[in-house]
Protein backbone atom coordinates (compact mmCIF):
# COMPACT_ATOMS: atom_id res chain seq x y z
CA UNK A 1 0.00 0.00 0.00
CA UNK A 2 3.00 2.17 0.79
CA UNK A 3 4.28 1.86 -2.49
CA UNK A 4 0.95 2.99 -4.26
CA UNK A 5 0.71 5.86 -2.11
CA UNK A 6 4.32 6.99 -3.56
CA UNK A 7 3.57 6.11 -7.05
CA UNK A 8 0.30 8.61 -6.43
CA UNK A 9 2.24 10.99 -4.67
CA UNK A 10 5.12 10.93 -7.82
CA UNK A 11 2.36 10.51 -10.68
CA UNK A 12 0.73 13.79 -9.03
CA UNK A 13 3.99 15.61 -8.50
CA UNK A 14 5.47 14.80 -12.02
CA UNK A 15 2.01 13.67 -14.26
CA UNK A 16 4.12 13.12 -17.26
CA UNK A 17 6.02 10.15 -15.86
CA UNK A 18 3.35 7.53 -16.40
CA UNK A 19 3.39 8.37 -20.02
CA UNK A 20 6.77 8.40 -20.15
CA UNK A 21 7.08 4.90 -18.29
CA UNK A 22 4.00 3.55 -20.55
CA UNK A 23 6.51 4.63 -23.62
CA UNK A 24 9.48 2.50 -22.40
CA UNK A 25 7.40 -0.71 -21.37
CA UNK A 26 5.98 -1.09 -24.86
CA UNK A 27 9.87 -0.80 -26.16
CA UNK A 28 11.06 -3.33 -23.50
CA UNK A 29 8.54 -5.03 -21.25
CA UNK A 30 11.20 -7.05 -19.22
CA UNK A 31 14.14 -6.22 -17.46
CA UNK A 32 17.68 -6.82 -18.19
CA UNK A 33 19.30 -9.90 -16.89
CA UNK A 34 22.48 -9.27 -16.58
CA UNK A 35 24.24 -7.93 -13.19
CA UNK A 36 25.73 -4.94 -14.10
CA UNK A 37 23.57 -1.99 -16.51
CA UNK A 38 25.50 0.39 -18.74
CA UNK A 39 24.23 3.55 -19.18
CA UNK A 40 25.52 6.54 -21.70
CA UNK A 41 24.09 9.71 -22.11
CA UNK A 42 24.88 13.09 -24.51
CA UNK A 43 22.94 16.03 -25.05
CA UNK A 44 22.54 18.21 -27.91
CA UNK A 45 20.16 21.48 -29.28
CA UNK A 46 21.32 24.20 -26.60
CA UNK A 47 21.93 26.98 -29.51
CA UNK A 48 19.50 29.02 -30.04
CA UNK A 49 18.50 27.80 -33.78
CA UNK A 50 16.81 24.84 -32.22
CA UNK A 51 13.01 24.36 -31.01
CA UNK A 52 13.98 21.04 -28.93
CA UNK A 53 16.19 19.56 -26.36
CA UNK A 54 17.76 16.34 -27.60
CA UNK A 55 18.89 13.87 -24.27
CA UNK A 56 20.40 10.49 -26.13
CA UNK A 57 20.70 7.54 -23.88
CA UNK A 58 22.35 4.17 -24.40
CA UNK A 59 21.45 1.53 -22.03
CA UNK A 60 22.88 -1.80 -22.23
CA UNK A 61 23.48 -4.70 -20.70
CA UNK A 62 26.78 -5.58 -20.05
CA UNK A 63 26.83 -9.19 -19.49
CA UNK A 64 24.53 -10.18 -22.96
CA UNK A 65 27.03 -7.47 -24.90
CA UNK A 66 30.47 -9.06 -25.03
CA UNK A 67 31.16 -8.64 -28.87
CA UNK A 68 30.66 -4.86 -28.56
CA UNK A 69 33.74 -4.01 -27.08
CA UNK A 70 35.98 -6.08 -29.62
CA UNK A 71 33.92 -4.69 -32.41
CA UNK A 72 34.85 -1.56 -31.60
CA UNK A 73 38.68 -1.87 -30.70
CA UNK A 74 38.46 -3.16 -34.49
CA UNK A 75 36.94 0.15 -35.88
CA UNK A 76 39.71 2.22 -33.86
CA UNK A 77 42.81 0.01 -35.11
CA UNK A 78 41.13 0.16 -39.04
CA UNK A 79 40.15 4.23 -38.95
CA UNK A 80 40.72 5.77 -35.54
CA UNK A 81 44.48 4.72 -34.63
CA UNK A 82 45.16 8.08 -33.44
CA UNK A 83 42.61 8.14 -30.77
CA UNK A 84 39.96 10.88 -32.36
CA UNK A 85 36.87 10.78 -30.98
CA UNK A 86 34.32 10.00 -32.85
CA UNK A 87 31.40 12.80 -32.19
CA UNK A 88 28.80 14.36 -34.41
CA UNK A 89 29.73 17.56 -34.73
CA UNK A 90 33.56 16.87 -35.68
CA UNK A 91 32.27 14.42 -38.41
CA UNK A 92 33.43 16.50 -40.85
CA UNK A 93 36.72 14.70 -40.34
CA UNK A 94 37.68 12.77 -42.78
CA UNK A 95 38.82 9.82 -40.33
CA UNK A 96 35.83 10.00 -38.50
CA UNK A 97 33.45 9.86 -41.98
CA UNK A 98 35.79 6.51 -43.09
CA UNK A 99 34.89 5.33 -39.73
CA UNK A 100 31.19 6.46 -39.36
CA UNK A 101 29.47 3.14 -41.04
CA UNK A 102 32.17 1.13 -39.32
CA UNK A 103 31.08 2.47 -36.03
CA UNK A 104 27.26 2.47 -36.23
CA UNK A 105 27.90 -1.50 -37.55
CA UNK A 106 29.73 -2.05 -34.65
CA UNK A 107 27.03 -0.44 -32.30
CA UNK A 108 24.23 -2.76 -33.18
CA UNK A 109 25.70 -5.55 -30.53
CA UNK A 110 25.37 -4.09 -27.24
CA UNK A 111 22.44 -5.79 -25.93
CA UNK A 112 20.39 -2.74 -25.12
CA UNK A 113 18.52 0.35 -26.16
CA UNK A 114 19.43 4.01 -27.57
CA UNK A 115 16.57 6.14 -26.65
CA UNK A 116 15.98 9.61 -27.31
CA UNK A 117 14.40 12.33 -25.40
CA UNK A 118 13.27 15.05 -27.76
CA UNK A 119 12.11 17.72 -25.64
CA UNK A 120 10.26 20.89 -27.02
CA UNK A 121 11.67 24.16 -25.01
CA UNK A 122 8.98 25.53 -24.66
CA UNK A 123 8.24 23.30 -21.90
CA UNK A 124 10.17 25.14 -19.05
CA UNK A 125 10.09 23.21 -16.61
CA UNK A 126 9.10 19.36 -16.00
CA UNK A 127 11.26 18.27 -12.91
CA UNK A 128 11.71 21.42 -10.98
CA UNK A 129 9.48 24.31 -9.68
CA UNK A 130 10.31 27.50 -9.27
CA UNK A 131 11.78 27.20 -5.68
CA UNK A 132 12.97 23.46 -5.62
CA UNK A 133 16.90 24.48 -6.35
CA UNK A 134 16.58 26.68 -2.83
CA UNK A 135 14.90 23.76 -1.29
CA UNK A 136 17.09 21.19 -2.31
CA UNK A 137 19.72 23.23 -1.03
CA UNK A 138 18.55 23.86 2.01
CA UNK A 139 17.53 20.30 2.66
CA UNK A 140 20.70 18.51 0.85
CA UNK A 141 24.51 19.41 0.57
CA UNK A 142 25.57 21.38 -2.79
CA UNK A 143 28.78 20.62 -3.80
CA UNK A 144 28.34 23.56 -6.76
CA UNK A 145 26.61 26.40 -7.83
CA UNK A 146 23.76 26.12 -10.05
CA UNK A 147 21.19 28.71 -11.21
CA UNK A 148 17.28 27.63 -11.56
CA UNK A 149 17.80 26.93 -15.50
CA UNK A 150 20.83 24.90 -15.31
CA UNK A 151 19.50 22.75 -12.08
CA UNK A 152 16.24 21.87 -14.10
CA UNK A 153 18.66 20.55 -16.96
CA UNK A 154 20.37 18.37 -14.42
CA UNK A 155 17.39 17.44 -12.68
CA UNK A 156 15.71 16.41 -16.15
CA UNK A 157 18.37 14.35 -16.81
CA UNK A 158 18.52 12.78 -13.54
CA UNK A 159 14.87 12.07 -13.91
CA UNK A 160 14.78 10.38 -16.93
CA UNK A 161 17.91 8.06 -15.53
CA UNK A 162 15.77 7.04 -12.66
CA UNK A 163 12.62 5.92 -14.69
CA UNK A 164 15.07 3.86 -16.90
CA UNK A 165 16.70 1.90 -14.23
CA UNK A 166 12.82 1.95 -12.73
CA UNK A 167 11.82 -0.02 -15.69
CA UNK A 168 14.71 -2.39 -16.55
CA UNK A 169 16.86 -3.38 -13.87
CA UNK A 170 16.76 -6.06 -11.54
CA UNK A 171 17.44 -6.42 -7.80
CA UNK A 172 20.83 -6.11 -7.04
CA UNK A 173 22.07 -4.90 -10.01
CA UNK A 174 25.35 -2.80 -10.62
CA UNK A 175 24.99 0.47 -12.51
CA UNK A 176 27.57 2.33 -14.04
CA UNK A 177 26.47 5.44 -15.56
CA UNK A 178 28.93 7.68 -18.03
CA UNK A 179 28.11 11.22 -19.20
CA UNK A 180 29.50 13.71 -21.71
CA UNK A 181 31.15 16.47 -20.15
CA UNK A 182 28.52 18.34 -20.46
CA UNK A 183 27.66 21.92 -18.74
CA UNK A 184 25.57 19.77 -16.28
CA UNK A 185 28.68 18.14 -14.94
CA UNK A 186 31.06 20.64 -15.99
CA UNK A 187 33.10 20.20 -12.71
CA UNK A 188 33.42 17.83 -9.73
CA UNK A 189 30.99 19.17 -7.58
CA UNK A 190 28.27 19.35 -10.14
CA UNK A 191 29.13 15.95 -11.06
CA UNK A 192 28.65 14.93 -7.53
CA UNK A 193 25.10 16.80 -7.47
CA UNK A 194 23.94 15.17 -10.06
CA UNK A 195 25.15 12.11 -8.77
CA UNK A 196 23.29 12.41 -5.84
CA UNK A 197 20.33 13.69 -7.03
CA UNK A 198 20.06 10.63 -9.76
CA UNK A 199 20.59 8.18 -6.69
CA UNK A 200 17.63 9.58 -4.51
CA UNK A 201 14.95 9.83 -7.37
CA UNK A 202 16.26 6.37 -8.25
CA UNK A 203 15.28 5.53 -4.70
CA UNK A 204 11.58 7.28 -4.99
CA UNK A 205 11.01 5.22 -8.26
CA UNK A 206 13.14 1.79 -7.97
CA UNK A 207 10.69 -0.54 -5.96
CA UNK A 208 13.82 -3.01 -5.22
CA UNK A 209 17.22 -2.57 -3.65
CA UNK A 210 20.03 -2.13 -6.05
CA UNK A 211 23.81 -2.97 -6.46
CA UNK A 212 26.30 0.16 -6.53
CA UNK A 213 25.52 2.89 -8.56
CA UNK A 214 29.07 4.98 -10.23
CA UNK A 215 28.62 7.80 -12.21
CA UNK A 216 31.21 9.78 -14.20
CA UNK A 217 32.26 11.97 -17.56
CA UNK A 218 33.66 10.41 -20.32
CA UNK A 219 36.69 12.71 -18.69
CA UNK A 220 38.06 9.77 -16.85
CA UNK A 221 38.49 7.32 -20.35
CA UNK A 222 41.27 4.89 -19.16
CA UNK A 223 42.81 5.41 -22.47
CA UNK A 224 41.07 2.61 -24.46
CA UNK A 225 38.21 5.32 -25.38
CA UNK A 226 36.21 2.66 -24.15
CA UNK A 227 34.33 5.11 -22.33
CA UNK A 228 33.70 8.00 -24.97
CA UNK A 229 32.96 5.21 -27.91
CA UNK A 230 30.15 4.24 -26.00
CA UNK A 231 28.96 7.57 -25.10
CA UNK A 232 29.63 8.22 -28.87
CA UNK A 233 26.02 6.39 -29.65
CA UNK A 234 23.74 8.73 -28.58
CA UNK A 235 25.52 11.51 -29.31
CA UNK A 236 25.28 10.50 -33.33
CA UNK A 237 21.80 9.46 -32.56
CA UNK A 238 21.26 13.25 -30.68
CA UNK A 239 22.96 15.32 -32.88
CA UNK A 240 20.85 13.68 -35.96
CA UNK A 241 17.74 14.59 -34.26
CA UNK A 242 18.74 18.11 -33.44
CA UNK A 243 18.95 18.62 -37.37
CA UNK A 244 16.02 16.43 -38.24
CA UNK A 245 13.90 18.42 -35.69
CA UNK A 246 14.51 21.63 -37.29
CA UNK A 247 10.92 21.94 -38.63
CA UNK A 248 10.45 18.09 -39.70
CA UNK A 249 8.17 16.78 -37.07
CA UNK A 250 4.44 17.19 -37.17
CA UNK A 251 2.32 16.70 -34.12
CA UNK A 252 0.18 14.43 -33.78
CA UNK A 253 -2.47 13.37 -31.16
CA UNK A 254 -1.06 12.08 -27.82
CA UNK A 255 2.35 13.92 -28.64
CA UNK A 256 2.98 11.15 -31.15
CA UNK A 257 5.21 13.01 -33.96
CA UNK A 258 5.98 11.91 -37.60
CA UNK A 259 9.17 13.15 -39.35
CA UNK A 260 9.30 13.57 -42.93
CA UNK A 261 11.55 13.66 -45.72
CA UNK A 262 13.87 16.82 -45.95
CA UNK A 263 17.34 17.48 -47.22
CA UNK A 264 19.96 16.63 -44.47
CA UNK A 265 23.85 16.73 -44.31
CA UNK A 266 24.94 13.37 -45.81
CA UNK A 267 26.30 12.59 -41.93
CA UNK A 268 22.66 12.77 -40.78
CA UNK A 269 21.94 10.58 -44.13
CA UNK A 270 23.59 7.78 -42.85
CA UNK A 271 23.08 8.09 -39.44
CA UNK A 272 18.90 8.21 -40.15
CA UNK A 273 19.33 4.99 -41.29
CA UNK A 274 21.15 3.14 -39.04
CA UNK A 275 18.42 5.18 -36.34
CA UNK A 276 15.59 3.47 -37.63
CA UNK A 277 17.00 0.26 -38.99
CA UNK A 278 15.29 -2.20 -36.38
CA UNK A 279 16.76 -5.84 -37.14
CA UNK A 280 19.72 -5.28 -35.43
CA UNK A 281 20.77 -6.16 -31.50
CA UNK A 282 20.24 -2.80 -30.18
CA UNK A 283 17.15 -1.37 -30.52
CA UNK A 284 16.48 2.84 -31.25
CA UNK A 285 13.48 4.58 -30.52
CA UNK A 286 12.48 8.41 -30.11
CA UNK A 287 10.73 9.73 -27.39
CA UNK A 288 9.06 13.31 -28.18
CA UNK A 289 7.71 15.55 -25.76
CA UNK A 290 5.80 18.69 -27.55
CA UNK A 291 3.32 21.06 -27.14
CA UNK A 292 -0.15 19.05 -27.49
CA UNK A 293 -2.59 22.34 -27.04
CA UNK A 294 -2.57 25.35 -25.88
CA UNK A 295 -2.26 24.05 -22.35
CA UNK A 296 -1.07 20.42 -22.35
CA UNK A 297 2.30 18.66 -23.53
CA UNK A 298 1.66 15.23 -25.14
CA UNK A 299 4.53 12.27 -24.91
CA UNK A 300 4.32 9.62 -27.89
CA UNK A 301 6.92 8.07 -30.17
CA UNK A 302 8.95 10.04 -32.93
CA UNK A 303 8.39 8.12 -35.71
CA UNK A 304 9.84 8.00 -39.51
CA UNK A 305 7.30 8.62 -42.14
CA UNK A 306 7.02 6.28 -45.47
Not at 49 to 71: L, Q, T
Not at 186 to 208: I, K
Not at 245 to 255: K, Q
Amino acid sequence: MAHVDLEEALTKAWPWTRAFVRQLHQLRPAPFRGTHILFGSDYSGDHSGSRFRVYGFVIADADASPEWPARCREVRRTFLRDGRRMSFKNLNDGHRRRALVPFLEAAEYPDGHVVAVVVSKDLVRSSTGPSTLERWARLHRLEARWDTKSFEQMARVAHFFSLFVAAWSSPGTHVSWVTDDDSIVANAGRLEDAHQLAARLSGLYVPHHLGEFMMNTVAVDTGDRGFEDFVAIPDLAAGMLTEVMSGTAEPASGGLGVLREKDLSDKSDVIVDWFWYHAGLLKKTCILIDRADEDRFGIGELRLGQ
